[in-house]
């Protein structure tokens, strides 16, 4: 506060320095011109005169010449005098000056500066970032450098997909708000914080991330991501026809080339919709779970969450989906995880060993699989 007093003070003192002369009134120069020594000159020629010192003739020679050189020096005098300018106009300029532009000047910074900036001391302007350390070094930085300035929003865009990624949902969801209120709505962060809210509930759709998702089709009903858990929400929820068709027009609607397209399609077939156009596909065909495992860790971890570990969770609570087990088991084994696909083929003739119809319906399956039923 004391610096910004200090410079204001400066400012001050320099406009009122370079102003001051437009608020005086000029003076009349009368002394030391040619004109008040020609005069001086013809005085002391009749002093001179009276003294004697000089003739009449030589004193009328002398007065011609100093009247002739009195003459042009006031003629010269009469072109050459400047316009005095009007004072009350020279004073309303240096008010001008003075007030108007700090008002303006102030005006400008607050629209366009950044008034609530904090200080941004030398040390950490020099420091640079070193790319090889740890992530969490990285974002422990950054996090140091919100608690200092928590409205800002680049800031918190740039934190919060890391730490969902980090598998930290509970301040993942806390970051994705912040950027929302300090760097503006949006449908990706919407559909981001529906996500993260996913992640703190196990991968479940739940009524708030359910909530964002909404939020983000009012802001982009093109948004993929919101309208992909939309569908899985409504497959958590048991309505697979609701699913199925928020997929196909997702599919419908897609370029060739989107990325997200084979983790809608594996949703497809995942609840039995067949593909656009109504041609069907078998549950969980092994080029869609093949294909998880050439994608990038982020997005074959959410197809694996999304084609397997919640089909699983499903089960465990809903044990008398035969097709369930049976689509479970031969992801497991096309994925080339077998104990799993033996432990889930165990919980799957415990589910339904008490019901003799549907275990048979499960051997059958079983042997088709090439499993001894």
């Known amino acids: 506060m004391t610096l910004w007093f200090v410079f204001a003070l400066m400012t001050v003192a320099a406009i009122f320095a370079v102003l001051w002369p437009l608020s005086r009134r000029g003076r009349a120069d009368t002394g030391g011109s040619e004109v008040v020594v020609y005069r001086d000159q013809l005085a002391e020629i009749d002093r001179d005169m009276a003294a004697g010192i000089i003739g009449a003739a030589e004193a009328d020679a002398a007065r011609v010449e100093i009247s002739r050189r ?14 005095q300018g009007s004072l009350n106009l020279r004073r309303a300029a240096a008010i001008v000056g003075l007030v108007g532009l700090p008002v303006i000047a102030s005006g400008f910074y607050l629209a366009l500066g950044s008034p609530r900036l904090g200080d941004f001391p030398l040390a950490e302007r020099s420091r640079v970032a070193d790319a090889n350390q740890p992530l969490a070094n990285l974002v422990a930085q950054v996090e140091a450098h919100l608690e200092k300035n928590p409205t800002d929003g680049r800031g918190w865009t740039v934190l919060a997909p890391v730490l969902s990624r980090l598998g ?4 993942a969801v806390r970051a994705y708000r912040n950027a929302i209120t300090y760097a503006g709505d949006s449908a990706d962060r919407r559909a981001d914080l529906g996500e993260a809210l996913m992640g703190t509930a196990g991968g479940v759709v739940t009524a ?10 009012a802001l982009n009903g093109d948004d993929a991501k919101a ?3 939309l569908g899985l929400a409504a497959e958590q929820d048991g309505r697979k026809a609701d699913a199925a068709a928020l997929w196909q027009k997702m599919l419908a609607k897609a370029p060739a080339d989107a990325p997200w397209r084979p983790l809608v399609q594996a949703a497809l077939v995942r609840v039995g919709g067949g593909a656009p156009g109504g041609v069907s596909a078998p549950a969980l065909p092994d080029s869609a ?3 998880a495992r050439d994608m990038s860790e982020a997005d074959r971890g959410t197809m694996i969450k999304g084609m397997v570990d919640r089909l699983a969770t499903r089960l465990k609570s809903n044990g008398d989906d035969v097709e369930g087990w049976l689509r479970l088991v031969r992801a497991y084994l096309v994925m080339g995880e077998r104990d799993k696909a033996m432990s889930a083929l165990a919980d799957a003739r415990q589910a339904v060993g008490n019901d003799a119809d549907r275990l048979r319906q499960l051997n059958e399956g079983l042997k088709n699989l090439g499993l001894d039923g």
């Open 70 to 83: 009195l003459l042009a020096a006031a003629d010269q005098r009469g072109r050459e005098t400047p316009v």
């Open 168 to 171: 930290r949902y509970d301040d």
């Open 208 to 217: 708030d991330a359910k909530a964002e998702f909404e939020r983000a089709i």
């Open 227 to 229: 309208n992909y858990f």
């Open 289 to 291: 779970v093949a294909a």
